[in-house]
């Protein structure tokens, strides 16, 4: 799933090329693609885009009084669309502009979660958006110690839930822990104010350098692409210490971590019943 830094440098892109761009229509191609019945999209139509913004993980393409607010989920993309096909290969849904490019919603696969929410501007701070806690970029130290405190809770459960800090998914949790060199099982409560500045410092160093690649890009990156030290790399050497990256499996996703950097040099057990390090 594409996380903070794919987000935003795809929105400072989409803002760059589309910016002034007015909204004729919006089209959605099947019935689960627009997720809010009020406002209507048409409530747009006419107005030039300002930009396109990022919260979390979520697009925000800005109409002035009306935004639409873009998640593309697992398979999603944004895409500039030329052709304006009827029929578009994944299609969701269409924005089309008075002049130039449209701009096509994708989905791969079959399970249609990307969506599109129509949001008057002063309602942004409800659905869906009211789902998700503070940006990654936007806590201090002081303030992730104190989020920690209050739930005690795996650290990499902690930064991939978007209720705690939006913006994390499974690959920057991965990196994230790595270079704080803490286990990704660790109990947020017993890192403390120290454990948390590591991790807050973490955290800027892997989305700036995300952010320092995705904006060498055209196009929005896949995971298999982004550079890491640990996510997509497990059984191959570690960079900073040269131990075997590890992997403990889960059904949707995978934990990779250094035993040496992160666990004491323990190899933990790659099932879900394991006794992990605290």
């Not at 944004?78 to 269409?94: F, I, M, Y």
């Not at 130039?100 to 309602?123: F, I, M």
């Not at 660790?186 to 104010?193: D, E, I, P, S």
Request: charged fraction near 25%.
């Amino acid at each position: 799933m594409p996380e903070l830094p794919e987000v935003q440098a795809h929105a400072e892109r989409l803002t760059e090329q589309f910016r002034g761009a007015v909204l004729e229509k919006f089209v959605p191609f099947n019935f689960t693609a627009l997720k809010t019945a009020v406002p209507a999209p048409d409530a747009a139509y006419g107005s030039a885009l300002a930009k396109v913004g990022r919260r979390g993980k979520y697009l925000l393409l800005d109409f002035g009084a009306v935004h639409f607010v873009v998640h593309l989920m697992q398979g999603g993309r944004l895409l500039v669309d030329e052709t304006k096909s009827a029929k578009p290969r994944n299609g969701q849904a269409r924005f089309v502009f008075a002049d130039g490019p449209a701009l096509l919603l994708t989905e791969a696969g079959k399970e249609r979660r990307a969506g599109v929410w129509c949001v008057a501007t002063d309602a942004l701070d409800g659905p869906p958006l009211s789902r998700l806690g503070p940006d990654a970029l936007a806590y201090t130290p002081a303030s992730l110690a104190a989020a920690f405190e209050a739930d005690n809770m795996r650290v990499h459960g902690f930064l991939r839930d978007q209720k705690h800090i939006s913006g994390i998914g499974r690959m920057l949790a991965n990196e994230v822990c790595h270079r704080a060199r803490i286990s990704p099982f660790a109990m947020t409560r017993k890192l403390g104010v120290e454990g948390a500045a590591a991790v807050w410092t973490a955290i800027h160093e892997a989305i700036d350098d995300g952010l320092a690649y995705e904006r060498t890009r055209t196009d929005m990156s896949s995971s298999a692409d982004r550079p890491g030290r640990v996510h997509n790399r497990v059984g191959e050497a570690c960079a900073v210490c040269a131990d075997t990256i590890r992997s403990v499996s889960y059904s949707g996703y995978t934990v990779a971590y250094c035993p040496t950097c992160q666990t004491g040099g323990k190899v933990l057990a790659d099932n879900t019943t394991s006794k992990f390090l605290k």
